[in-house]
């Protein structure tokens, strides 16, 4: 796949990984009452720079969890014959919790319908918000994200790609064609 253009440099996520602190801080009027789950891959370590950011803004920890939706997937059949089972990583309660799911990238809004289903496994949240850094539109379930970090209006025949240094070895986002 060819790039077609870059959407975000490393310091335009970092900023808007700031933006969507404060907004998660400013919707949630008790911050002890969240908790973060980045959905795999990469939801994870952003989960985890917004959990930072929110501590350094507010002072109050928040906890973070790990959650692999492979298995809760309506077209698991279709996008993968032999799937990879990650573990999911939720140390914590999140009965009576506000959870803030982040991924990377809404596209269809599957994903965040798995992340849903898969969180009924780990407990009874009291709220779920929906946090992505990017939104390209071509939903196919009536869900949306609560925090959108850029909309950005793409085509079928586009990838939006994120990178980040922790799991890439570089910290941008790209369009690709197929």
């Known amino acids: ?18 933006r969507l602190s404060h907004q998660i801080i400013e919707k949630n009027s008790s911050i002890e009452d969240v ?9 994870v370590p952003l989960a985890r720079r917004i959990a930072e950011n929110i501590r350094s803004i507010t002072g109050c920890a928040v906890n973070v969890g790990e959650l692999d939706i492979t298995l809760y997937r309506d077209d698991l059949s ?4 032999d799937p990879v089972i990650n573990q999911t ?5 999140i009965e009576g919790k506000t ?11 599957r994903t965040a319908r798995a992340a ?26 009536p869900i949306r994200a609560t925090f959108v970090g850029k909309n950005i209006p ?25």
């Open 78 to 81: 279709t996008i993968n014959i």
């Open 116 to 141: 849903m289903d898969a969180l009924k496994s780990i407990g009874l949240a009291r709220r779920i918000q929906l946090c992505v850094l990017i939104d390209r539109g071509h939903a196919e379930l």
């Open 154 to 178: 793409t085509s079928h025949n586009e990838v939006v790609c994120v990178n980040l240094m922790v799991t890439d070895g570089v910290e941008n986002v790209v369009i690709k064609e197929k």
């Open 1 to 18: 796949m060819r790039i077609k253009a870059q959407i975000m440099s490393s310091d335009d996520i970092r900023r808007t990984l700031v």
């Open 99 to 109: 959870v803030v799911l982040v991924d990377d990238v809404i596209y269809t809004c």
């Open 89 to 93: 990583n939720v140390p914590f309660s």
């Open 35 to 43: 908790c973060l789950i980045g959905i795999k891959t990469r939801g």
